[in-house]
């Protein structure tokens, strides 16, 4: 986390920054600051604190061949931590710029940044040092969704419960809120909001960088789930102009996943999040743009460059376009099921979608592989865990590991032609009836926490009839692209579509969305990096 640079290593820095000279006290950057450099110590000594209403918590002391900075230095966005000079200093000073540059070129002393930078954003993470803090409710589905939205960004906060937290009163009485406005998010100590938006959060804790209607991108990538990342990573490592346009998080369906175990390259597995933060980094320190909670509400394809129309009015051009929006989990039929989503209803089964749970049984619904890894997960904490599924068994649908992991726990149970019927309760959800399809049986049990995991359906309304979709609603590409679609869609040009080309030239679909795909994160991952290179054919006509 805190490496000390070598002579040699901090003499090639040298050549990107220039030297600076502060006195004792003075501040080389503060907490919100934006644009903030990079700097190495060479002489003296200089304080990284963390701001906290008039007090500071102390995080490290940098000395020569030091650095400062963390991950955010990158990702263009507000600093968290304040720097200052404890004594008289000598540093580096390094734009943002030429950090880029730096990373992009020297492969040892970017090994050692980027290591430090995604440990330090780690230990910020761990401690809640961030410039957030959150009053909620454990009973309140926005303070979930608030929650799991800052989670799912790397964004570090501080938790108050309304039910849990002797001391919220206070916190609500120097705001000047009350209970009856939770989920409330307080920005760097000075701004309140009650109810936000992620939209608004991601505004007021500086997370985008302003867009430029005036830009025209190479590549716009609508979707920074793992085939829309990798696309973002190869794209901006290869010299083009990468926009990442994503609705919520980065990483998609499979940011959601408490873990990943069958992905090549991590043999005891890595958490979704974790996946898409790694992702995210490699992205950003090549240079791609990403904007989150800027969900993409149409494309006109009948303006080249292509128009992007984002909600909230703002619209961005692009020569080339890359559809990796992915899939959502089909919703339960059930008449009042959207009173206890995010109470008692989940779509996600990580850390903090477990947190409400509280060792309490639970359900999972669903039979393929996010659902048995939920399963395994949840039942780490909970006495006991149920598994509904409507076929015979999991075999068609779940990879053999899990399916031998969930046999092997003991409190685990598995419902086999099981679906729920019923969800009952106040504020929250208390009782769920199942019925056995087989014997027509139905069980009504106490559990309040159910997670859905069940099919797939893509997120393609906001394309308006703009590509040609199969019966599912899925984009269809290549050589799904019968002569008949070519010719309703009106193709006008020579070529048929590339691999991952759409029925509009120079438009991409990869990963979950697009129709035939395999639907696992690795296929997704290499959909995208290979998509890149057909994307640089087309800019080239």
Same mark, same amino acid.
């Given at each position: 986390?805190?490496?000390?640079?070598?002579?040699?290593?901090?003499?090639?820095?040298?050549?990107?920054?220039?030297?600076?000279?502060?006195?004792?006290?003075?501040?080389?950057?503060?907490?919100?600051?934006?644009?903030?450099?990079?700097?190495?110590?060479?002489?003296?000594?200089?304080?990284?604190?963390?701001?906290?209403?008039?007090?500071?918590?102390?995080?490290?002391?940098?000395?020569?061949?030091?650095?400062?900075?963390?991950?955010?230095?990158?990702?263009?966005?507000?600093?968290?931590?304040?720097?200052?000079?404890?004594?008289?200093?000598?540093?580096?000073?390094?734009?943002?710029?030429?950090?880029?540059?730096?990373?992009?070129?020297?492969?040892?002393?970017?090994?050692?940044?980027?290591?430090?930078?995604?440990?330090?954003?780690?230990?910020?993470?761990?401690?809640?040092?961030?410039?957030?803090?959150?009053?909620?409710?454990?009973?309140?589905?926005?303070?979930?969704?608030?929650?799991?939205?800052?989670?799912?960004?790397?964004?570090?906060?501080?938790?108050?419960?309304?039910?849990?937290?002797?001391?919220?009163?206070?916190?609500?009485?120097?705001?000047?809120?009350?209970?009856?406005?939770?989920?409330?998010?307080?920005?760097?100590?000075?701004?309140?909001?009650?109810?936000?938006?992620?939209?608004?959060?991601?505004?007021?804790?500086?997370?985008?960088?302003?867009?430029?209607?005036?830009?025209?991108?190479?590549? %716009?990538?609508? @979707?920074?789930?793992?085939? &829309?990342? /990798? +696309?973002?990573?190869? $794209?901006? #490592?290869?010299?083009?102009?990468?926009?990442?346009?994503?609705?919520?998080?980065?990483?998609?369906?499979?940011?959601?996943?408490?873990?990943?175990?069958?992905?090549?390259?991590?043999?005891?597995?890595?958490?979704?999040?974790?996946?898409?933060?790694?992702?995210?980094?490699?992205?950003?320190?090549?240079?791609?743009?990403?904007?989150?909670?800027?969900?993409?509400?149409?494309?006109?394809?009948?303006?080249?460059?292509?128009?992007?129309?984002?909600?909230?009015?703002?619209?961005?051009?692009?020569?080339?376009?890359?559809?990796?929006?992915?899939?959502?989990?089909?919703?339960?039929?059930?008449?009042?099921?959207?009173?206890?989503?995010?109470?008692?209803?989940?779509?996600?089964?990580?850390?903090?979608?477990?947190?409400?749970?509280?060792?309490?049984?639970?359900? %999972?619904?669903? @039979?393929?592989?996010?659902? &048995?890894? /939920? +399963?395994?997960?949840? $039942?780490? #904490?909970?006495?006991?865990?149920?598994?509904?599924?409507?076929?015979?068994?999991?075999?068609?649908?779940?990879?053999?590991?899990?399916?031998?992991?969930?046999?092997?726990?003991?409190?685990?149970?598995?419902?086999?032609?099981?679906?729920?019927?019923?969800?009952?309760?106040?504020?929250?959800?208390?009782?769920?009836?199942?019925?056995?399809?087989?014997?027509?049986?139905?069980?009504?049990?106490?559990?309040?926490?159910?997670?859905?995991?069940?099919?797939?359906?893509?997120?393609?309304?906001?394309?308006?009839?703009?590509?040609?979709?199969?019966?599912?609603?899925?984009?269809?590409?290549?050589?799904?692209?019968?002569?008949?679609?070519?010719?309703?869609?009106?193709?006008?040009?020579?070529?048929?579509?590339?691999?991952?080309?759409?029925?509009?030239?120079?438009?991409?679909?990869? @990963?979950?969305?697009?129709?035939?795909?395999?639907?696992?994160?690795?296929?997704?991952?290499?959909?995208?990096?290979?998509?890149?290179?057909?994307?640089?054919?087309?800019?080239?006509?």
């Amino acid at each position: 986390m805190f490496p000390v640079l070598a002579e040699a290593q901090i003499a090639r820095i040298g050549r990107f920054g220039t030297e600076w000279t502060l006195r004792a006290g003075e501040l080389l950057f503060d907490e919100g600051d934006r644009d903030v450099p990079f700097h190495v110590v060479l002489e003296g000594e200089v304080e990284i604190v963390h701001p906290r209403g008039n007090l500071e918590e102390p995080v490290t002391v940098h000395r020569r061949g030091e650095f400062t900075g963390e991950i955010s230095l990158l990702a263009d966005r507000r600093s968290l931590v304040r720097g200052r000079a404890r004594t008289a200093v000598r540093v580096i000073r390094v734009e943002r710029s030429e950090l880029h540059r730096l990373v992009q070129t020297d492969a040892e002393v970017s090994e050692v940044l980027m290591r430090a930078f995604i440990l330090r954003r780690m230990g910020l993470l761990a401690g809640g040092k961030g410039d957030a803090v959150v009053v909620g409710s454990q009973h309140s589905a926005a303070t979930l969704r608030v929650q799991a939205f800052l989670t799912r960004n790397g964004h570090p906060y501080r938790y108050v419960d309304v039910e849990r937290d002797l001391d919220f009163q206070s916190l609500l009485d120097e705001f000047h809120v009350t209970v009856a406005d939770v989920p409330v998010l307080i920005c760097r100590g000075d701004r309140v909001l009650k109810n936000p938006s992620n939209a608004e959060v991601a505004e007021c804790l500086g997370f985008n960088a302003t867009l430029q209607p005036g830009v025209i991108h190479d590549v %716009v990538i609508c @979707g920074a789930g793992p085939g &829309g990342l /990798a +696309a973002a990573v190869y $794209a901006a #490592s290869e010299g083009l102009d990468v926009l990442v346009l994503e609705e919520s998080s980065p990483g998609g369906q499979a940011g959601t996943s408490s873990k990943i175990e069958n992905y090549l390259g991590f043999p005891t597995g890595i958490s979704g999040q974790a996946l898409a933060a790694r992702a995210l980094s490699q992205a950003e320190k090549f240079g791609a743009k990403i904007a989150v909670a800027r969900g993409v509400v149409r494309l006109r394809c009948d303006e080249v460059p292509f128009r992007i129309e984002l909600a909230g009015g703002d619209s961005i051009r692009a020569r080339a376009v890359i559809v990796a929006t992915g899939a959502q989990y089909r919703k339960l039929d059930l008449p009042n099921l959207e009173r206890f989503e995010g109470v008692g209803v989940y779509y996600s089964a990580t850390y903090v979608e477990a947190q409400r749970c509280d060792r309490e049984e639970v359900i %999972v619904v669903g @039979g393929g592989n996010s659902a &048995g890894q /939920a +399963a395994t997960f949840l $039942a780490r #904490s909970s006495p006991r865990v149920h598994i509904l599924i409507r076929g015979p068994g999991l075999a068609s649908s779940m990879s053999r590991y899990l399916i031998q992991r969930i046999e092997e726990t003991p409190n685990i149970t598995l419902h086999r032609q099981t679906q729920i019927v019923g969800l009952d309760g106040g504020d929250h959800l208390e009782s769920v009836t199942w019925s056995d399809d087989a014997t027509g049986e139905r069980v009504v049990r106490p559990v309040r926490h159910v997670f859905a995991m069940t099919g797939a359906k893509p997120n393609t309304d906001w394309l308006f009839g703009c590509l040609a979709l199969d019966a599912n609603g899925f984009v269809c590409t290549g050589t799904d692209l019968t002569p008949e679609r070519l010719k309703q869609a009106r193709w006008a040009i020579a070529r048929p579509p590339y691999l991952f080309e759409t029925s509009q030239p120079h438009v991409f679909a990869v @990963g979950d969305v697009r129709a035939s795909s395999v639907k696992r994160v690795a296929s997704a991952v290499g959909e995208g990096s290979v998509c890149v290179q057909l994307v640089h054919k087309v800019l080239a006509e």
